[in-house]
């Protein structure tokens, strides 16, 4: 499921007709409840009528602007500008830029300047057969009786383009429905003539999303830090109403376990809304889910903390995107990460080794510096974004220590609430309170593509007057990083750690124990964000999921079976195929090979590879598993005991890319798991 902050737009996600960069203006308002309009320098006004049934969309805007400098108004080219002025004069003509329409707003020293447009227009049919990522990728505003879901990508209402704004809603639907954007709903009523609500954001902030449907709504209320009452509302829909009492429970925990780490929730309500489709999205005061994504029991202990978070990072404190957005990594830290560590040290680090294994699985070139990152896109900006930003975040905590690095959180949120903060301030933050020079940490980890790959070169062991001398020789691949590496000295009594400062290519240290030492261990923790050597990290699906240069080898020749293994196939690597003929020698690069089970394993036996292995063999209708050849090259397997069991993995098999196995019944999950990690070991002698 996709986390995305939608409280400033951000390239990729929002309105094509601009990438906007958000360092240009933010109002130090002090918090969204009681920061007045006046203090934005642009404020609309929007009353909105659907009609979700004919798909329908009638609205009126007036925009405030308090600046004199030319302005650029915008609105889906899908939508009719019915009426449209600047104070007195009318508006020009459009220019027409992909799906928007833009109109030029000369400068004019005379302030405020007030712009009234009424506009209307017809929604797209909402489609509930799309998948997850199909749903996230699609910017239309879609709608039907069982919901509506107007994205402020998709354009529909205008607004200052390049411009962070405040803003009033009011939202019109018939009877039986309701509607919600993020801020404060500040009225609403039902008559006969249909349901009404108005909804205030004071606080200036990016995009409007408008959640509509045919939603049971449920309230709790509970106090926030210093007192401050916060509304926690559920719009679910009917089918699901009844794990309302569990989400509000949940809100209210979450709420309360950042505000004691981080500082007082900065809104005065927050939501959970239902979506017929499989969307998972953040707003500020909200998150929308899929019906069937709030099924999953794991979500409330999960994903929910997760969008709770994003109103301080990311809704609370806006990313500077044009200098990478850290509100991702920052937040899966204190989030996905922190639930982790509350179960205990196991599950945390098998975090961390999902995290690295997850690295290893991108080929030369994928990943980016963590300074280009605005959003997820693809798994490879996934792992780059979320993971490595959180384990970036992670070894800023094992040096500076957690009570200075939750202090310095706590500043940071003193500091730039609804202001937006690039990486640098957040390092600035972080240097003052720790009163440490982090450049050279921040440097190397935020400008670099790719990561360190480190070594144990060689070891050896004398005896000492106090015990044992150890030297250790560590080397790492250009270009050099300055890392504090973790190494464990294995005796016959325990595990002794030490933190070996290595700044070049090549260095050599010198321990002391008591005790016969035997063995020296990388890293054993993997707290250490590095490239796993080819032993560390064995084969996950993700491998042929996220590498470009992955071909498809698909073993049914022809017919219905045929197009089945290409829809799974382009499922799989979310691209355009590049088919090998299965009758050819294997290719040099990593491949995916899809067929039924008899077909499967006389092409594993004509190639000399290794057969099915015994975790799966005879287990389920259908198994997914991954190779390693001897030239180090990835094989994915997908086998299938018909034609029915091979479409049945077309959904569920793309969510499973960290495994190196899985084994399905239908489309059922069965079995599943990864194969083991091997650390770094040299033995002493």
């Keep these: 499921m996709r986390q995305l902050t939608r409280g400033a737009r951000i390239p990729g996600v929002s309105r094509d007709i601009v990438c906007i960069l958000l360092s240009f203006f933010m109002a130090t308002a002090t918090s969204a409840e009681s920061a007045p309009a006046a203090d934005a320098e642009i404020h609309y006004d929007i009353t909105v009528r659907i009609d979700p049934v004919a798909r329908t969309i009638e609205g009126r805007s007036v925009i405030t602007a308090k600046t004199s400098e030319e302005l650029t108004l915008v609105m889906g080219r899908r939508f009719e500008m019915m009426r449209g002025r600047i104070d007195a004069m009318s508006l020009g003509p459009s220019a027409i830029t992909g799906r928007m329409r833009a109109w030029r707003i000369p400068g004019d020293k005379q302030m405020p300047r007030r712009i009234e447009v009424h506009w209307r227009g017809e929604l797209a049919a909402l489609d509930t057969s799309l998948d997850h990522p199909q749903t996230l990728g699609r910017s239309e505003p879609a709608s039907s009786g069982e919901g509506t879901f107007l994205p402020d990508s998709s354009g529909w209402y205008p607004y200052i383009a390049d411009k962070l704004a405040s803003y009033r809603v009011s939202i019109e639907l018939p009877g039986g429905q309701r509607g919600i954007v993020a801020g404060r709903l500040a009225e609403e009523s039902e008559t006969d003539e249909g349901y009404r609500a108005r909804f205030e954001f004071l606080a200036p902030t990016g995009g409007i999303d408008l959640m509509a449907g045919p939603y049971k709504v449920e309230t709790s209320t509970m106090r926030g830090a210093g007192g401050k009452p916060i509304q926690l509302r559920t719009y679910f829909h009917p089918q699901i109403a009844d794990l309302a009492p569990a989400y509000l429970r949940s809100v209210k925990g979450y709420i309360e376990f950042y505000e004691s780490w981080i500082g007082k929730y900065p809104f005065t309500e927050f939501s959970v809304v239902s979506s017929p489709t499989p969307t998972g999205f953040g707003m500020p005061t909200l998150t929308y889910l899929g019906i069937e994504v709030l099924r999953l029991p794991f979500i409330r202990s999960t994903?929910?903390?997760?969008?709770?978070?994003?109103?301080?990072?990311?809704?609370?404190?806006?990313?500077?995107?044009?200098?990478?957005?850290?509100?991702?990594?920052?937040?899966?830290?204190?989030?996905?990460?922190?639930?982790?560590?509350?179960?205990?040290?196991?599950?945390?680090?098998?975090?961390?080794?999902?995290?690295?294994?997850?690295?290893?699985?991108?080929?030369?070139?994928?990943?980016?510096?963590?300074?280009?990152?605005?959003?997820?896109?693809?798994?490879?900006?996934?792992?780059?974004?979320?993971?490595?930003?959180?384990?970036?975040?992670?070894?800023?905590?094992?040096?500076?220590?957690?009570?200075?690095?939750?202090?310095?959180?706590?500043?940071?949120?003193?500091?730039?609430?609804?202001?937006?903060?690039?990486?640098?301030?957040?390092?600035?933050?972080?240097?003052?309170?720790?009163?440490?020079?982090?450049?050279?940490?921040?440097?190397?980890?935020?400008?670099?593509?790719?990561?360190?790959?480190?070594?144990?070169?060689?070891?050896?062991?004398?005896?000492?007057?106090?015990?044992?001398?150890?030297?250790?020789?560590?080397?790492?691949?250009?270009?050099?990083?300055?890392?504090?590496?973790?190494?464990?000295?294995?005796?016959?009594?325990?595990?002794?750690?030490?933190?070996?400062?290595?700044?070049?290519?090549?260095?050599?240290?010198?321990?002391?124990?008591?005790?016969?030492?035997?063995?020296?261990?990388?890293?054993?923790?993997?707290?250490?964000?590095?490239?796993?050597?080819?032993?560390?990290?064995?084969?996950?699906?993700?491998?042929?999921?996220?590498?470009?240069?992955?071909?498809?080898?698909?073993?049914?020749?022809?017919?219905?079976?045929?197009?089945?293994?290409?829809?799974?196939?382009?499922?799989?690597?979310?691209?355009?195929?590049?088919?090998?003929?299965?009758?050819?020698?294997?290719?040099?690069?990593?491949?995916?090979?899809?067929?039924?089970?008899?077909?499967?394993?006389?092409?594993?036996?004509?190639?000399?590879?290794?057969?099915?292995?015994?975790?799966?063999?005879?287990?389920?209708?259908?198994?997914?598993?991954?190779?390693?050849?001897?030239?180090?090259?990835?094989?994915?397997?997908?086998?299938?005991?018909?034609?029915?069991?091979?479409?049945?993995?077309?959904?569920?098999?793309?969510?499973?890319?960290?495994?190196?196995?899985?084994?399905?019944?239908?489309?059922?999950?069965?079995?599943?798991?990864?194969?083991?990690t091997r650390a770094q070991v040299l033995k002493l002698d």
Excluded: C
């Design 303 to 676: 994903s929910l903390g997760h969008e709770v978070l994003h109103n301080w990072w990311g809704n609370g404190v806006y990313p500077d995107y044009a200098q990478g957005n850290w509100s991702e990594g920052l937040t899966t830290f204190m989030a996905d990460y922190a639930y982790k560590e509350r179960e205990g040290p196991d599950a945390a680090r098998e975090m961390r080794r999902g995290w690295l294994r997850d690295f290893a699985a991108l080929s030369p070139g994928q990943d980016a510096p963590l300074t280009t990152f605005t959003s997820r896109t693809h798994g490879a900006s996934q792992i780059v974004g979320y993971n490595k930003a959180a384990m970036m975040f992670l070894m800023l905590r094992d040096l500076l220590g957690r009570e200075t690095f939750d202090h310095a959180l706590q500043a940071f949120w003193r500091e730039q609430r609804f202001r937006i903060a690039s990486w640098a301030d957040l390092r600035s933050t972080f240097q003052t309170v720790s009163k440490q020079d982090l450049h050279g940490f921040f440097d190397q980890w935020l400008t670099r593509a790719g990561a360190p790959v480190v070594r144990i070169a060689e070891a050896g062991r004398t005896k000492s007057d106090s015990g044992y001398r150890i030297s250790v020789t560590l080397e790492q691949t250009e270009p050099e990083y300055r890392l504090r590496v973790p190494v464990a000295i294995r005796t016959g009594e325990g595990e002794e750690m030490h933190m070996l400062d290595l700044e070049r290519g090549r260095q050599t240290f010198t321990l002391e124990v008591r005790t016969l030492p035997l063995e020296v261990i990388l890293d054993p923790d993997l707290r250490l964000f590095r490239r796993l050597t080819p032993d560390e990290a064995p084969p996950i699906l993700r491998q042929i999921m996220v590498d470009r240069t992955a071909m498809a080898i698909l073993l049914p020749e022809s017919g219905e079976l045929r197009s089945t293994a290409e829809t799974l196939a382009g499922k799989l690597q979310n691209r355009s195929l590049k088919l090998v003929p299965a009758t050819d020698n294997l290719p040099s690069v990593p491949a995916l090979v899809i067929g039924l089970e008899e077909q499967v394993d006389a092409w594993l036996a004509r190639h000399q590879l290794p057969g099915r292995p015994e975790i799966v063999r005879g287990k389920g209708s259908a198994q997914a598993w991954t190779i390693s050849r001897s030239d180090g090259v990835t094989l994915a397997m997908v086998s299938a005991r018909d034609a029915a069991s091979l479409t049945a993995l077309i959904r569920p098999l793309p969510h499973y890319g960290r495994q190196s196995y899985v084994i399905f019944e239908g489309a059922k999950a069965i079995g599943r798991g990864a194969w083991p």
